[in-house]
């Protein structure tokens, strides 16, 4: 399974990735900023998701909003 991030680089377990977009998170007020870090990514069964500690909770991202920093 090959995960790609939204300039098509794969993203592999460890990875850091970056933002590219404002974020709502789902159940919460919070937004996830542009430009935030997310460092030692782990991949899912899910080709289209990661997920990766943001703000000390573990949260699911969408590879497409994300690029390799």
């Avoid at 680089?9 to 709502?24: A, F, P, R």
């Avoid at 789902?26 to 430009?35: D, E, I």
């Avoid at 000390?56 to 969408?62: A, F, P």
Wanted: charged share 35%; net charge positive.
């Amino acid at each position: 399974m090959e995960v790609k991030d939204s300039n098509g680089n794969l993203l592999k377990e460890g990875d850091s990735v970056t933002l590219i977009k404002d974020l709502k998170v789902r159940g919460s007020s919070a937004v996830l900023k542009r430009g935030t870090l997310v460092k030692n990514i782990r991949l899912t069964d899910n080709e289209e998701e990661v997920e990766g500690k943001v703000e000390r909770t573990v949260m699911v991202l969408k590879a497409a909003f994300l690029k390799k920093a």
